[in-house]
Each structure stands twice: as structure tokens, then as C-alpha cells.
């Protein structure tokens, strides 16, 4: 039998509830309870027999990992809940019996790929920022960028008090006062993108994002969903 305990953010990501960044903010706001009592530090570990809860409810291990890949629309927010009683993603893969969870976001107003999973190592290695895992976005932007301000973009620009990583940027077309982008990066800070764009004046009309390290959407619709092959998985994890 196995008795090896394991840090409650990490069990809790392999669980399903969420990511292990996420669940430490669970932890934190005093949300989780091992055997009746509630846990707010981030030390603290649970065995297989501990009795864990989120919000009062019980959690427990997920056996099959799950994998997904999504075609995030415009309007679903990507968290598991919304305080605002917005739609989230969940909602769009109700038919799927195991918990899950997105892996990093889109924010409310940006489509396209987005990876939902149980398996909180697979979430984790993702989502960690030295593994540098390149995302591909078209950006649709106001007007018509000049060359200084594309390269503005490309070699890194100051937005939130930080230096964004150098950009891929490649303008794909012209049109009605609007300008078609493809920007790749592999960061992944909050709404990054629309605020590099706004940085240079050229504010987002349109964001979708098309590629997740070796992942494309292909031909999905928005609102349809498939799971990952094994394959998809070790080539997106380097585990070949």
C-alpha cells in the first residue's frame, strides 16, 4: 500500500481540482481542509488516508489521466468557476466524467487552443516558464503598425514594470484601417499580448490563439473539443 505523503498543492493538482499555483491560492484563502481542519500553509503534507476538502468537498486522486484539447470561443471564461456566473469552459466539457481544469488561460475575450488535463505534473511542467513553451496567436490590431513599432515588439517592451522575452512577429495582411499580426511568444502573463499592443499604440481587435508547443487547433470549431493521443502528449512533454 502506498503511504508516501505528498505536499497538499500537489495533491490537490493531481486530483483534478486545479493547477498547483491555484491550489496553493486555494490554501492560502483557507479553502482546504485536512481532516476537518482548515490548512493555509503551504508545508503541510497528506497521505493517501487523509481526508482532504475543497469548499466541503471531498477530493480524491484521479486514476485516469485525461487530456484535452479545446477550442476555446469568445465569451467562457477559463476558470472552473465564475463569481460573475459567467460561462467557463467547464461548460463546455460537461460530457467529460473526470475533473478537470484549463492549463495557464485566454482570457474572456480571446479564442482559439486551450489545454484542460487532471494530471497536475503535466499541468506544472506546461505551464513552468523555464521550459519556455512557444504559443502561437493571429492578432488582429487597430491601424497600421509601423516598422519601428513591430520591432518594438520583437526585441521585448516594457509593460506591467518588466521587459516582455523577444517576440516572433510577423505581419500577414492589411485591411479596412486594421492590421492581421502572428505573434509567437513563451510567456504567458496575464493578457500580455493585448498589452504589448497597446503599448505601441495599435490596441487588439481580435486574438486567437492557434498553437501550443507541438499542438495546432487544426479544424476544430469553437466549443468542440478531442483528447490528446499518447503521442501528442510525449512530443508536448519531451518524454518521446
Known amino acids: 500500500m502506498n503511504t508516501e505523503k505528498i505536499r497538499l498543492q500537489k495533491f490537490l493538482a493531481q486530483c483534478g481540482i486545479s493547477s498547483r499555483r491555484k491550489a496553493e491560492e486555494y490554501i492560502r484563502e483557507g479553502k482546504v481542509r485536512v481532516n476537518g481542519q482548515v490548512v493555509t500553509q503551504m508545508g503541510v503534507k497528506v497521505s493517501p488516508g487523509d481526508r482532504v476538502e475543497v469548499d466541503g468537498k471531498p ?3 484521479e486514476k485516469n489521466k485525461v487530456y484535452i484539447l479545446l477550442h476555446k470561443p469568445k465569451g467562457y471564461v477559463t476558470t472552473a468557476s465564475d463569481p ?3 460561462k467557463t469552459v467547464l461548460d463546455l466539457v460537461q460530457d467529460v ?16 487552443l486551450l489545454l484542460l488535463t487532471n494530471d497536475g505534473d503535466f499541468a506544472n511542467l506546461l505551464m513552468h516558464p523555464k521550459n519556455e513553451i512557444l504559443k502561437v496567436y493571429i492578432v488582429t490590431v487597430r491601424g497600421k503598425p509601423s516598422e519601428q ?41 496575464n493578457r500580455q499580448i493585448r498589452k504589448m499592443c497597446e503599448r505601441i499604440g495599435h490596441p487588439v481587435v ?16 469553437p466549443g468542440e473539443w478531442r483528447f490528446l493521443t ?5 512530443q508536448l512533454t519531451g518524454k518521446m
Open 59 to 61: 477530493v480524491k486522486m
Open 84 to 86: 460573475e456566473g459567467r
Open 97 to 112: 466524467k473526470e475533473r478537470v481544469y484549463p492549463v495557464g488561460r485566454l482570457d474572456y475575450d480571446s479564442s482559439g
Open 149 to 189: 513599432a513591430i520591432e518594438k515588439l520583437r526585441n521585448g517592451i516594457l509593460i506591467d514594470g518588466y521587459t516582455t522575452a523577444p517576440a516572433f512577429v510577423k505581419v500577414l495582411n492589411y485591411y479596412e484601417n486594421k492590421t492581421k499580426l502572428e505573434i509567437t511568444i513563451h510567456e504567458g502573463r
Open 206 to 221: 481580435r486574438l486567437k490563439r492557434v498553437a501550443y508547443g507541438s499542438l495546432e487547433l487544426g479544424r476544430l470549431k
Open 230 to 234: 499518447d503521442k501528442e502528449v510525449k
